[in-house]
């Protein structure tokens, strides 16, 4: 059977080569005769008419908004009318490059009308309020829209894969890229499952296709950083990218992943975990497919893989290779990637559909060779770009890509799209919009320089290109738009989030400088040995670190103001802790990495330095002498309502033991235990600041449910964490039959509860009129945290 497939794998190859060399040879043969230059000259004569503005001597426009500003450009779109027929071009245009359907089918246009409506209301919303941090882009956004459709676990499982799968990128490669391009596809299959769904489909299986969709999605999206990206970023040595390539085939030939028994290359721990992840991927895939598409898929999947080998052993120092030798495996490459999506899915045929997408896949492929041709060559990568630029004055044989471009253009509007009228308005829009695009990020002179290099040898059609390069207005699209958005808030979060980290940091290390508490020579000093023992473990200083934040980003205090409070609320949460790990409460071992106090010392020690903490932290409050003596006394009354509200929840705590809470108790229980601590943290500088009443009440919300969240993912941690990275022993939940989130919900439903929190909180931040990202940040920290 395997030898018959290896065989069928091969001849499949040579078949689709076939076809692709036909496709090429028409190619070549309308660019020998330019055939493209009379036939587009005439078209963009017709397109220019709506592109090409004619003002008026009496304008009446609103500035035009930078398209960097995405909520920005939204409402200056709608202010001038031309939002609709943006969004219908965009949408139009994923229509045909992603969903390979012909744009002049009246089903088509009633779907992309219908989406272009819901999409208009959507983001004219969120624009209005751009503060709001539901928008559909941002993680509670997503959460927001898994939850309507009932997809809340497989959301949270793909968060964790994506997390874990960027976690596992070498450094050599751009875990964003691969995070992004994961996305991309992963929308890719949603899109082409959801257009193959009709009205009449039960909200049951709408979900179960969905979930099906997204795992599908990522499974076949893995495949970008774990084969195509790892091989070309050299990582591997030659022995090991030989052996891994035929890993790869010999999957795809056969249906069964190898073993990796045999591996002995430097990399073995991260092609370990490569394995593993594409092995559960692949057997996903191959699981839930129908029979009769197993074998398409991997027909579609082995010619795909072969093309972009041949491609990239290919070396820019060879002077020899043909036009063919160069263009074939792009046409195969490009056309078949979107081809096994379709595949991957499982969908009916569609009259049409592998035609439209085979003879596509070229026009994309060259625009983004175009985009990316200085990188590549830096790189060492032979593209048709890259090598037109280097052998072009030695190589008079060659075609000239950019050339090609326009051909395929002309050829995709009127011999494979029979010249449809919004086609051509789309191809064209987005034909001009890359050149606009690459001009700008380039500049003016190198745009110049490589336009005079690859321009076609018809002078006057060049002259047009450019003057619409320069002149035409409205051929700008949303899933670039989105793409740059999304490029801008992966790295600003990436990059706000390590800030944080490093920050708190540097603010966890000057704290633990400050905590020591000086012995006396007035007294027995073990009460005071025994704090210290406690507050020199590693603990992470959540909360003065918050505390830190909100006194000094959000409220402008100096910190050497805020030493005292910082200190009070550590000492604070260490008795906490001390009496929480006693033998009569939760009888723990181990705390911040090593024995806990009664451990160390006794019990009677452990209890008297508790109690000694919590009015050292008192002491400390009283010694805000900078700040107003009603401020402190109003400050100090919350402190000392805390703490009494703080020792409730304990109390219901060790009330719960053997007893079964419900969500509300257990919400309740956790608040009073948590919430306090970070809700204290939070509030104390803005009590100091005299923060009104109405940003209080929502950084109260914020504090409640961010501490439910850490509550919960501190029980979903005793289940699942690691005993060396916690510094403490898990299970202790399960020993003391303690009622937790996972003992009551389960840990699924936990995940979601958690969720939930983590949306709640982030919203509450909207009535918050100030500098509060870092609050964003230590959000995600909580969320996110492996201790």
């Known amino acids: 059977m395997n030898e018959k497939f290896i065989i069928h794998a091969d001849e499949c190859y040579q078949k689709a080569e076939e076809k692709a060399n036909h496709y090429f040879q028409s190619l070549y043969a309308q660019v020998k005769q330019k055939t493209y230059v009379p036939t587009l000259t005439e078209d963009i004569h017709l397109w220019k008419h709506n592109h090409i503005r004619h003002y008026s001597l009496f304008p009446k426009r609103k500035e035009k908004a930078n398209a960097g500003s995405y909520h920005n450009y939204i409402k200056w779109l709608n202010y001038t009318g031309k939002l609709d027929n943006y969004l219908n071009r965009s949408i139009s245009y994923i229509f045909m490059r992603d969903l390979g359907k012909a744009l002049n089918s009246p089903d088509t246009e009633r779907r992309i009308r219908d989406i272009v409506n819901s999409l208009k209301t959507n983001l004219l919303s969120n624009s209005v309020n751009q503060k709001n941090d539901t928008e559909m882009f941002s993680m509670t956004g997503l959460y927001r829209l898994a939850q309507k459709e009932g997809l809340e676990s497989t959301f949270i499982w793909l968060i964790n894969k994506l997390k874990i799968v960027s976690a596992n990128i070498p450094k050599e490669m751009d875990a964003e890229h691969a995070k992004r391009k994961l996305i991309k596809i992963i929308a890719g299959v949603i899109m082409q499952e959801i257009e193959e769904m009709t009205d009449a489909i039960s909200l049951e299986e709408r979900q179960k296709r969905l979930k099906k969709a997204i795992r599908l999605g990522y499974s076949y999206g893995l495949t970008y950083p774990f084969i195509d990206d790892l091989l070309d970023a050299k990582i591997l040595s030659e022995k090991e990218e030989k052996q891994y390539a035929q890993l790869i085939r010999t999957t795809l030939t056969t249906g069964v992943v190898p073993a990796l028994d045999d591996w002995t290359g430097k990399n073995s721990e991260l092609i370990g975990y490569i394995h593993s992840e594409l092995r559960e991927a692949f057997e996903f895939i191959k699981a839930h497919q129908r029979p009769e598409k197993r074998e398409g898929f991997f027909e579609q999947s082995y010619v795909f893989f072969n093309s972009q080998e041949i491609d990239r052993k290919k070396d820019l120092a060879n002077e020899n290779y043909t036009n063919e030798e160069l263009y074939i495996p792009v046409i195969l490459k490009s056309a078949s990637s979107r081809l096994i999506v379709r595949s991957v899915i499982g969908a009916p045929e569609d009259e049409g559909f592998d035609s439209r997408t085979f003879f596509y896949g070229i026009y994309n492929q060259l625009a983004d060779d ?54 051509r308005e789309v191809i064209l829009d987005r034909a001009i919009n890359g050149l606009k695009r690459y001009r700008e990020r380039a500049g003016k002179e190198k745009y110049k320089e490589v336009m005079e290099l690859f321009a076609s040898g018809n002078s006057k059609f060049n002259k047009l290109i450019q003057q619409m390069v320069r002149k035409a207005d409205d051929v700008d699209f949303f899933d670039k738009l989105l793409r740059d958005h999304m490029i801008a808030s992966l ?53 003065p670190i918050v505390t830190w934040f909100m006194g000094v980003n959000a409220y402008g205090l100096t910190p050497s103001t805020l030493e005292a409070l910082l200190k009070s609320l550590e000492y604070m949460h260490t008795a906490s802790l001390i009496f929480d790990d006693l033998p009569s409460q939760d009888n723990a071992k181990l705390r911040r990495g090593r024995a806990t106090l009664h451990e160390v010392y006794n019990v009677s020690i452990a209890e008297l330095t508790g109690l000694f903490l919590t009015q050292k932290a008192i002491w400390e409050q009283t010694t805000l002498e900078q700040f107003d003596s009603k401020r402190v006394l109003k400050l100090i009354q919350y402190s000392a309502q805390v703490t009494a509200d703080m020792c409730r929840g304990q109390a219901m705590d060790l009330d719960s033991k053997g007893q079964q809470l419900t969500l509300e108790q257990l919400n309740t229980m956790s608040f009073y235990k948590t919430g306090l601590g970070f809700e204290a943290s939070i509030l104390m500088p803005a009590i100091l600041a005299n923060t009104s009443k109405l940003e209080i009440e929502a950084l109260k919300k914020f504090a409640r449910h961010a501490g439910i969240a ?74 996110n945290r492996d201790k």
């Open 710 to 783: 850490f509550q919960i993912k501190d029980d979903l941690l005793d289940v699942e964490g690691d005993t060396a990275l916690l510094g403490k022993t898990i299970g202790k939940d399960i020993e003391n039959n303690s009622s937790t989130f996972v003992s009551i919900l389960g840990v699924e439903e936990a995940k979601k509860e958690m969720w939930e929190n983590y949306c709640v909180a982030m919203e509450s931040l909207q009535d918050v009129p100030r500098n509060i990202n870092f609050l964003k940040h230590f959000l995600d920290y909580i969320i």
């Open 370 to 423: 175009f985009a990316d041709m200085f990188d590549d060559l830096k790189d060492g990568a032979v593209t048709p770009y890259t090598y037109y630029l280097k052998y072009h004055d030695k190589r008079s044989d060659l075609i000239n890509p950019f050339e090609l471009y326009w051909t395929v253009i002309s050829n995709l509007i009127h011999q494979v799209y029979h010249s449809d009228k919004m086609t």
């Open 491 to 543: 790295k600003n979060d990436r990059q706000g989030q390590e800030d944080f980290i490093d920050k708190a940091k540097t603010i966890r290390s000057e704290i633990n400088k400050i905590l020591n508490i000086p012995k006396t020579n007035e007294m027995n000093n073990s009460i005071i040995d025994a704090a210290n023992y406690s507050l020199a473990g590693e603990g992470k200083r959540l909360r």
